[in-house]
């Protein structure tokens, strides 16, 4: 099973990018931050795994999609509201369990303090591939989205997927990516 945990500060979409590879509306989406408490998982989908890739044999492996609570408030660089310490921790750890970790940014927000320095702790210290998206690119100008990809690629160094749930732009490439990295996962 290849865990994939979708994290990210409060209300940047992590809930609705579930439900949307899921197909099915698991996981309640609003616009107030906070909706997500806990940590919801549920089985996603296989994908094939190379034979030179992860074991010998090759085959199929499950996907494990994570959608966790905010782990930050969108405008400071607090932790999310609706996490105590302890719950922040453990959130953190399931995180740290993951084999693949989707960073979601909110496109009218831009990228998040305090998930910048969670993005490079997963990196380098606990070594996680990790997708970053830039999600709701339809509520923002082309020029804005290109903008926040530059920085993006400056400050995390790595590309960044556009992405909208709204128009579904850039969520093929989102799938790719997934399965690229899913042939790495340990
Ligand atoms: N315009 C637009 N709205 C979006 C997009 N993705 C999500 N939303 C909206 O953004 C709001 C927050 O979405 P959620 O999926 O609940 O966000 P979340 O990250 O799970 O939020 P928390 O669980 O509170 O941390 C909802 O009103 C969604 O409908 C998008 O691509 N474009
Ligand atoms: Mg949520």
Redesign the pocket.
Known sequence: MIKVAII????????????ALLGEKI??????????KGIIKRAFGKVKIPKTMKNPIGGVDELLLI?T??LFDPEMELR?K?LSEEKFKALLEEIQGADIVIH?IDATKGLHRGMEKLHYLLKFRYEKPIIVVI?????VPREKAEELRLIVRKRLEQEPIL?????MEGFDELLRALGHYAQYAK
């Open positions: 990210g500060a409060e209300n940047v979409g992590k809930s609705t990018l579930m439900n996981s309640e989406v609003s616009e107030v931050p906070g909706t997500t959608d609570a905010g999310g609706v979601m999600n709701k690119i339809d509520l992405l909208s749930l709204v128009t």
